[in-house]
């Protein structure tokens, strides 16, 4: 029910992935990242809590690829579970258990890797792939890119009705954290509205964080 991209930008070292489902919410079960340790995406018959533990494990030291295989050892029902992961290298790794739905299949590039289940063809994550490895700009706009690529390619099999996209950069929170948990409506597209009404905002937004005395206006009523 599930298509999905992690990556790290190898210029900035962000990490970021985006998600899309038939399934309301999607993003709020599925998406993971931390900033200087990785990205990962848990999907098919969610366990949220492969996210965190795949993070604390590259936290460690560990690859993708060993924080991948520790998941596969400790998870349950991991034969139902997909789980994606980038480190920061750049390295990639991806579970996808037999007992994934439908048609589903996997394919990762130079920092990025894509995974779905349920999806009308099995070229959808190398469309994804191949949309993140060809767009430029900031990760977010390459992480939308790569999403609609995938949607051109197919997408999942049915209608798709949320989708979000998170990223990462130096500090504990989320540099970007946006969602459309549902809609009739293209849910990629929603999310790419609400990216290009944040993305000029998102710079100030931390540095109000960091120190608020050299913040720009909030431009809202009553602010001198």
Known sequence: MTFSLVARCAETGMFGLAISS???AVAARCSFARAGVGAVASQNITDPSLGPLALDFMAQGRTAAEAIDEVVKQGTFIDYRQVLAVDQAGNTAIHSGPNSLGIWTQAS???????????????????????F??????LGDRLLAAMRAGLEAGGEAGPIHSAGMKVVDKQSWPLVDLRCDWTLDCPIE????????????????????????EAPSYGVPGDE
């Open 22 to 24: 038939s399934s309301p």
């Open 109 to 131: 590039g130079d920092h990025v890797a894509s995974g779905g289940n349920l999806l009308a063809n099995d070229a959808v994550p190398q469309a994804i792939v191949d949309g």
């Open 133 to 138: 490895v060809s767009a430029s700009g900031h």
């Open 190 to 213: 929603a999310l790419a509205q609400a990216w290009d009404v944040y993305k000029p905002q998102m710079e100030a937004y931390v540095q109000r964080a960091l120190d608020p005395r």
